[in-house]
Each structure stands twice: as C-alpha cells, then as structure tokens.
C-alpha cells in the first residue's frame, strides 16, 4: 500500500473540512479550584466543546516549562507539567474526546527549548566547541575580547537575538542565539540528536493516541550557519503585523525579505518535514500537522506537499481588515495556494498571539458585528477552520493594567509593545462577577484579570440567548458539515457590482454574501435565508442586508 494520499484521498480526510478550536488551557477552565486553567479543566469542557460541534481541538503547551512565554519555553516536551495535571489526565483526556468524535492535536514546539531544559543546562556547564553545545548556537562574540554580538540579528520579541553567558569559571564567555525571549535558546537543527529527539517527541505523542499536531515556529529551524548579518534586521521583528494590509506593498516586501532568508523558511527545512511525515504515515493516513509559517502564499505549498506536512495557517486571514476587494484577494490567493498541492486551505481570525478580532475590527458594537460577519465568510470558505477560544463567545481584548501584564513581548520591548495578554484572559463561563465560573475558588487570583461587564458574555449567558454570538458559531459549524453545498460544494467567486459586497457560490445552491457597508443593501441575489450574521429584511422587493452583515442563501 502506498503511504501517499491521492487527491482524492486527501480530500476525504477529517482535516480537510474540520473546525478546530484552540485551546490556551491555562485560561480555558480550571479543574482543580487552583485558579490555573488545566487539563481536567479541558475534560470537563469537552460536552461544551461537543455541543459547540467542533471536530478536534489544538491544545498550547501544557508541557513542563518555567512559563516565561506561557509554556511555549519547554523543558521537557514528553511529560505534562503539573500545574497542568498528569500524563494520565492527559491520557484520559484524550479518550474521551475520541468519544465525543473530537480529535486532539498537539503542539510541538522544535524551534527552542526552555533555558531550564537539561540540554541547555548542560551545555552552560560545558566548554566551547562542545557536543553539548552544539545542540544549540553557540558563538565568539566579536570585538576584542568578544563582548559585542556574533552578528545584529534580533529577537522576534525585541533587543538582540544573542545573549552572553559566564563560563563555568565565571568569566565572560561565548553568546547563544534565541529569537524570542532569552530564556528560549534556539536549537541547531544541523545537530543529529536534535533531529532525533524531536522524532521521539512526534513518537511519544503519537503512541497516546493524538491525531495531530500543530508545529510551532515552523518557518525557522533551518538557519544559514555563517551566520551573516542581515541588512533589515527590524524586518524580522516587525513581520508579526497585524495593522498591516496583507495585500499591501509594504506587507509584500517584509515577506519577500523573511522567504528563504539566513533565519527563515529555508530549503533545508522541508528535509526535517519530509522526516516526519514519514514517521506519522507509519501511524495511518489520518494523523495530520499544521504548521505556523508566516511565508508568501506563493511559499506554502512547499510545507504541505505529499510529503511535507499536511496543513499551513493561512496567516494573511488572521490579518485581513473589513474590505471586502481585499477579502477577496487574500481568499483567492489562499486558496490557490495550496491548491497546487492539494492541501485543504485554512483560515483562523484570531489566536493566542493576534488581537481578538472584534477588537482588530474596530471593537464595540461595531468590531462585533464586523466579527460575527467574518466569522460567516470564513465558515462557509472550503477547507478547514481554526477557532481561538473565546471568539465563539465575540470576546474583545481585555485593557490589562501595566503592572499585571506577563507577555515577555511587553518586557523585551521595554513596553513599547503591549504584548499579546489582552487576548489570553481566563474565559467566562457563567455568573455575573469573575471569576465567572473558570474556577471553583472564587478568591482566586487569576493569572491575568478578568473585565467587570463579563456577565452576558459567558457561556451560560449565551447558551440561552437565540441571537447570541455562541449560537451563530453553533448554528455555522452544524450548517457547514451537514449542508452538501456548503461541506463540499465547489467554490467561485460571483462578480458584483459594488466594491463593498464580497459574494462567493459554494456548490449548486449556496450562495454567500458579505455587506461590507456600514448601510443597507439591496441583496443582489435571492434565495432562502439559511443563516445571517446580522440584521435582515425580507420584504415584497426582495431580501436587504444590513450593514456589517453576511448571509448565507439557499438559492
Ligand atoms: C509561536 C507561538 C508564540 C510563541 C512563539 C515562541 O509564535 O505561537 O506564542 O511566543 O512561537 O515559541
């Protein structure tokens, strides 16, 4: 049998048209009344998980870490941290989501390692030029006496990419490379026992019965080894933008820099890729990994070809403002993509490390309803969704206080940078006051605070609420797989005349508008209402559409 998907095999598997949500479980639910969020709090979410109709869920790191950057700075990737829980919660866990029908993915995070890692330590205790410190990039520094950078790169979360260490007789010595936070020294992907260690990590989960996995940083392990300085140095930091028009010149340039760069989306790359898919097509055909490379749509085919992984995030989406000429590129552009390949596209408007998107939306009222609207778009595109957790429920950025913020973005930056935390907050799940149902402990100090005025913004609230936003994700989600056109159908674009309306077919009879005007709008098209985002009149002249409104017709 070959270990290769046909076409038409890659179509038929569960990840090619799934809605996965995303779990930051330090902020999901709390099950054991510590104030943390953590794995038995995931298994008591599951029948909310279930009802919500989600086909997987993709869970951060929950593995041992000092938490500098919120578990995505690991110590050990084959064990369960115990803030978190055990393995056997974990084992658990994922039972009874396979009997709910949701799968689990896991996040892998190959890029770096925690400083607390045993590896790191050792290598900190070792001299230069050792095996141990070759599992990392450790360099000279330059000037005299080697106090200056081995060269200017900078870290993803600001300040130099480099940091000093003192030797083991105290004495200033070599630098080691991180691009994010300096307690996450990057791993040399050059080094053997890097590549095999991460295989047995892939192994490990595999054997507890995970279906996926989410691949963390997946653009960066490869690294051009002389180590040249860069000319835009900035660029690399400021490639995270979420204010920028993903079709814009601008965007298109800081790409263009980051592809095949001495720091990303290297060739090499796809060699440790094409590894593990080997390794997960021994475990069947329907294990599955989505990787986090912010490339060109022109480069991602390269990370989900038949034998490369399997799915990339579509990160122009995560990005893309209310318009909906730009909407229509980034879509086209997305789905072509990946198309050469075969790969399902997908498309995620918000997670951990984005703004929430009716707060990228413009917030309030307004960012709601633009939200719930682009929600509606995205659910009815082919290919697979991703939901971040609070965003069927339309949450909006919490405003954190200064002194409460915990984002190493916020510290590197010297607070230039407000980091990613407004986003993070502990979710709502009923009650009128925090800690709204996330814990049993209601003294708890959580990690970050949560909003008075959460009140009907919690799942109980919503559960009951016809038109709430939870309601219209349930709705979507159920309609989407259970709707021959709109799980299968084929999709094109309709031309209209009006640069405000974005409208697509998908299949026979289902057609989708978007009313990108802050006005009323005739519908171009008639049918019967299948479901709407937001206000809508069907009255002798035929179907309007408010503002800010997406339906989806049956015509
Ligand atoms: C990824 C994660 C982000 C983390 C970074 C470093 O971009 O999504 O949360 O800070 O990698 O691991």
Redesign the pocket.
């Known amino acids: 049998m070959s270990d290769r998907l046909t076409d038409s095999e890659q179509s038929q598997t569960w990840w090619s048209r799934a809605a996965v949500y995303q779990i930051y479980p330090r902020s999901f639910r709390d099950g054991n009344a510590d104030g943390l969020g953590d794995l038995r709090g995931v298994i008591e979410g599951l029948p909310y998980l279930a009802s919500l109709g989600v086909d997987a869920v993709w869970l951060s790191p929950f593995y041992p870490s000092p938490q500098k ?2 578990g ?1 700075d690991v110590s050990d990737p084959r064990a369960v941290d115990p803030m978190f829980g055990t393995l056997n919660d974990f084992a658990e866990l994922v039972e009874q989501a396979h009997e709910r029908g949701v799968r689990v993915i896991v996040d892998i ?1 190959p ?2 390692v925690s400083a607390s890692h045993p590896w790191f330590v050792e290598a900190l205790n070792s001299p230069a030029d050792s095996q141990a410190r070759r599992r990392f990039h450790f360099l000279d520094g330059r000037g005299e006496s080697g106090e200056q950078p081995p060269n200017n790169w900078e870290s993803i979360f600001g300040g130099s990419a480099w940091t000093r260490v003192k030797e083991p007789n105290g004495s200033w010595g070599q630098w080691y490379l991180h691009l ?1 936070d300096s307690t ?1 020294p990057d791993l040399n992907w050059d080094n053997e026992e890097v590549r095999v260690d991460a295989l047995n990590t892939l192994r490990f989960w595999l054997e507890l019965g995970v279906d996926g996995f989410r691949v ?2 997946a653009l960066g392990l490869a690294k051009d080894m002389t180590y040249p300085d860069l000319i835009d140095p900035i660029g690399m930091s400021q490639s995270l933008r979420f204010d920028l028009d993903p079709t814009s010149e601008e965007a298109a340039q800081r790409r263009a820099g980051l592809a095949n760069s001495a720091l990303f989306d290297r060739d090499e790359v796809q060699d440790i890729y094409r590894e593990w898919r080997a390794l997960m097509n021994s475990y069947g055909n329907d294990k599955m990994a989505v990787v ?1 490379a912010w490339v060109p749509p022109e480069r991602a085919s390269r990370y989900v070809s038949e034998d490369t992984l399997h799915q990339i995030f579509g990160f122009d989406f995560l990005v893309v403002p209310w318009d909906a000429q730009v909407m229509r590129d980034v879509i086209s552009r997305a789905v072509e993509a990946v198309s050469v390949v075969s790969a399902p596209p997908t498309w995620a408007m918000s ?3 984005s703004p929430r998107v009716v707060t990228r939306l413009g917030d309030g009222d307004l960012g709601l309803a633009r939200a719930r609207a682009l929600a509606l778009v995205a659910h009815a595109l082919p290919g697979s969704i991703y939901v971040y957790q609070g965003e069927e429920l339309g949450l909006s950025d919490v405003e954190i206080p200064d002194s409460a913020r915990q984002d190493p973005v916020w510290f590197r930056s010297s607070g230039q940078q407000k980091g ?1 935390d407004g986003g993070r907050v502990p979710l709502p799940w009923s009650g009128s006051v925090p800690p709204y149902g996330f814990t049993d402990r209601t003294d708890a100090q959580l990690w970050l605070p949560q909003p008075d005025g959460w009140a009907s913004a919690t799942i109980e609230a919503q559960d009951i609420d016809p038109m709430s936003t939870l309601n219209l994700y349930r709705a979507s989600l159920a309609l989407r797989k259970s709707h021959p056109g709109l799980a299968s159908g084929e999709f094109a674009f309709i031309e209209i005349d009006d640069p405000g309306l974005l409208a697509f077919q998908r299949g026979a009879d289902v057609v989708v508008i978007a009313n990108t005007h802050p006005h009323w709008v005739e519908s171009p098209r008639s049918g019967m209402v299948l479901l709407a985002s937001g206000p809508i009149e069907v009255g002798d002249n035929g179907l309007r559409i408010g503002p800010d409104t997406t339906v989806w017709l049956q015509t």
Do not use: I, K, P, S
């Open positions: 950057d919120a995505y995070v890029n770096h994010f996450q963390d940083v986090e997670n951990h490390d990613r």
